[in-house]
């Protein structure tokens, strides 16, 4: 069955890995003066976390960071075109 996106999701690229902590960073397409989204391990949906790669292309949604509401994070984080 062919899995079809409802919505457009925001893409950007895996900027910085820190495995060792369990989180990363990813900087939106055309981020020309965004800041770059953190992201949980736990967020990451198609792939493994210890899988991503810096440069890598993703797809996410963006919500508040519970730890500071005017802050966004990234959410739903997948590898874009994967399975």
């Known amino acids: 069955m062919e899995k079809r ?11 910085t890995i820190r495995e060792d902590r369990g989180f990363g960073f990813v900087a939106p397409s055309g981020s020309s003066g965004r800041e770059d989204l953190f992201f949980h ?9 210890e899988l991503l790669q810096v440069g890598q292309e993703v797809d996410y949604d963006v919500e508040p960071d519970p730890r500071n509401p005017s802050r ?10 994967a399975e």
């Open 5 to 15: 996106k409802t919505k457009t999701m925001p893409q950007g690229t895996i900027k």
């Open 41 to 49: 391990a736990s967020a990451v949906e198609n792939a493994t976390f």
């Open 72 to 81: 966004m994070r990234a959410v739903h984080v997948r590898v874009a075109d």
